[in-house]
């Protein structure tokens, strides 16, 4: 079980877009539409921001959209806002009955 | 509104037993959830170590499932951790966190998490 796989860093503009790739197999991301994405900003816990691959739970901005082609997951943030600045994680059903998460993304 | 709040000692010594507790308020934790714990090493991501069941059914990250047992206590609303054997590549912050289910017995899991307590930094040190 092995973590999935991010850019350890994105940067970007306040108002431009930025995607993060989280590249799994054909065991986790792959197979199951169980793929979440989490915000968290320094000394804080992780907050949901996508789930299902691509549901925004109330409250989260639509400026997050999350999407998944093959074994790669994605999360998309546009209009990027100076409190979007924060380390990304996504998260996957791994099979039996486990879960796996990604690396993680510093966004700047 | 879930409410979730770990505590436990913040120091634990090498090859001893690290042992924390996740109060609920908000919820019942009889209610079908998953209840999880989740780890994150200093300056490293989050590792998902196990969970347990409102039915108290346990599922543990393969790679601890000799040192680590999750607990369910209904009667204080409250789930446990324990990971014996410690050793410094232990020290993290440990969450806890629900997953929501729903369904009679085995809930169904929903697959991700909704919501944390705020951490605890536990180091292995002697």
Not at chain 1, 3 to 20: K, Y
Request: proline share 5%; charged share 15%; hydrophobic share 30%.
């Amino acid at each position: 079980q092995s973590a999935l796989t991010q850019p350890r860093s994105v940067s970007g503009s306040p108002g431009q877009s930025v995607t993060i790739s989280c590249t799994g197999t054909s065991n986790d991301v792959g197979s199951y539409n169980y793929v979440s994405w989490y915000q968290q900003h320094p000394g804080n816990a992780p907050k949901l921001i996508i789930y299902d691959v691509s549901t925004r739970p109330s409250g989260v901005a639509d400026r997050f959209s999350g999407s998944k082609s093959g074994n790669t997951a994605s999360l998309t943030i546009s209009g990027l806002r100076t409190e979007d600045e924060a380390d990304y994680y996504c998260s996957s059903y791994a099979g039996s009955y486990t879960y796996v998460f990604g690396t993680g993304t510093k966004v700047t | 509104q879930v409410q979730l709040q770990e505590s436990g000692p913040d120091l634990v010594e090498p090859s001893g037993t690290l042992s924390l507790t996740c109060a609920v308020s908000g919820a019942s934790i009889s209610s079908p959830n998953w209840w999880t714990w989740v780890r994150q090493s200093p300056g490293e991501g989050l590792e998902w170590l196990g969970e347990i069941s409102n039915s108290e059914s346990i599922n543990y990250n393969p790679s601890l499932r000799s040192r680590i047992i999750i607990s369910v206590d209904k009667f204080e609303n409250h789930f446990s951790l324990e990971l014996n054997s410690v050793t410094a590549a232990d020290t993290a912050v440990y969450y806890c966190a629900r997953m929501p289910g729903w369904g009679e017995g085995i809930p169904v899991a929903g697959g991700y998490f909704d919501y944390w307590g705020q951490g605890v930094l536990v180091t292995v040190s002697s």
